[in-house]
C-alpha cells in the first residue's frame, strides 16, 4: 500500500509536466514513425530491426502502437528510403510533425470530458504543439494531405477532421493543400496513439505486388511470397555486399528478392524440375543466375563458396516432397550442412514447421530470435533466425 501511495504522485507529477513541455525542435526532428503491415506485428518488428541494424541506422525505440513503431534516430532520409526499399512488411516511413505524445494526450482528455472531439478541440490541441510544424511549412509550400486508421483506434475522433484542422493550419500560414500531390504528403496514423509527421519513403507495394507468384513464368504452391521472402532477408541482416544461399530454393521465392535487392545470390535444389524454373524465373526478370544448381542440402558446401548467411524455406512435409526421407533426419543433415555453409558469425534465417525441430541444433548455431506467425486456421510457421557462433 505504501508504494502506490509514494509512486502513483510521482507518476502524476511527470506526466503533467510532460504534457506541458513542448520537445525542442532538435529533439524532434529525430522523430520517426514506421508504418507496418498488420500481418504479424512481432515479425514485422523483428524484420525492422533487422533491416536497420544491415543499413547501420541507430535508433531508440521511443513507443509501438499496432501496425506504429515511433523510434528516435538521426538517419538520413536515404538510409529510410533504403529501408523502405529492402523490407516486406514496412509500408510508410514519416517524420514527426506533432510531438504526438501531445496530440494523443490532448485527444484522450477531450474524449474523457466531452465523449467526442469536435473541429474546435482539435484545432485548439494542435495549435498548442504547432510551433515545428510552422517552420517546417515555411519551406514548402505545397502540401497533400492523407489520414489512415488502424484497427478502429479513436472512434470518437474522425480523421477528416484532424485534416481539417491540418489544412486551415497550413492555409493560416501561407501554404497551399494539393490533393494529389505526392511530394510534401503530410500523413495522420490514428493508431493506439496518433502520429502526424511528414513521409519520408514509401514502400514500392505495386512493383512486389508484380513479383508475386502468379506473374511468374513458373510456381507451384510452395512458391515463397517475396514479402515473406524479403522477411527472411532483414531477419538475416544481408547486407548489398554479402552472398547467400538457399539450399532447398524451390522455384526461387527467396533468392529473386534477394537479387533484387543486390546480393550475391547462390541456390540449389534435390529436384532438377525446380532448377530449371528458378532459371526461367531468374531470366524473366532479367537477372544473373549462374550459381543456381542441382544438389543435396548436404553437398551444397562442396559446391558454393563460404556464405554470409543461408536464407531458406525446406520441406515442411505436407506438400513439399523430400524424397521419401524422414523429416527428423532430413532437418539433422540440414542443420549438419549449413554450419558447413557458414562463415563464423554467419545468419541463417529459416522458417520451420515446427519449433521442435530446434532440439537438434548443433553446438555452433546459436538461436536469436524466434517468431510463430498462423497462415490459416491448421497452418502455423515459425519464422527462426540463428548465428553461427565463431
Ligand atoms: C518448401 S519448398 C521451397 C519453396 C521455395 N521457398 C519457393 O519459393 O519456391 C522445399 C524445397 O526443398 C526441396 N528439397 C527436398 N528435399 C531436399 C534435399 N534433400 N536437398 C535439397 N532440396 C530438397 C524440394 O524439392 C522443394 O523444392
Redesign the pocket.
Known sequence: MKTIFVVLPIMTVLAGVDQLKEPSLKDRTESIFIHTSGDSPTLSMLELVGAMTATGIQYEIVDISPQVVRIRSSATEDLWKMIARRTGHVIGIYRELFPSKLLTGGIERTIVANGEVHFEDIMKIISTCSGYFCEWLASRKKIGLESIRIQGSFREVSGTIIKKAIGKLITANGGNLHLDVPKNLVAVIISRNIYIGEQLALADREGMRKRRNQFRPFS?P???SPNLSRVLLNMARVEKQHNILD????????LLEAAMMGVGVYG????PK?INGTKENFSFFKLDYRNIEVC??EDAYNLFPKMDAVIT????GRS????G?KMEE?YRRMFVSIVKILKNGGRCAMILPSMAHLSDLPDELILESAVSHRVHRSLVRHFVSLIKEG
Do not use: K, N, Q, R
Open positions: 507451384l510452395i512458391t515463397l539450399p532447398f530454393c524451390g522455384t526461387g521465392g527467396i540449389s535444389d534435390l529436384d525446380m543435396d542440402v524455406d525446406p520441406p515442411y513439399t516432397s523430400t524424397g526421407e532430413l
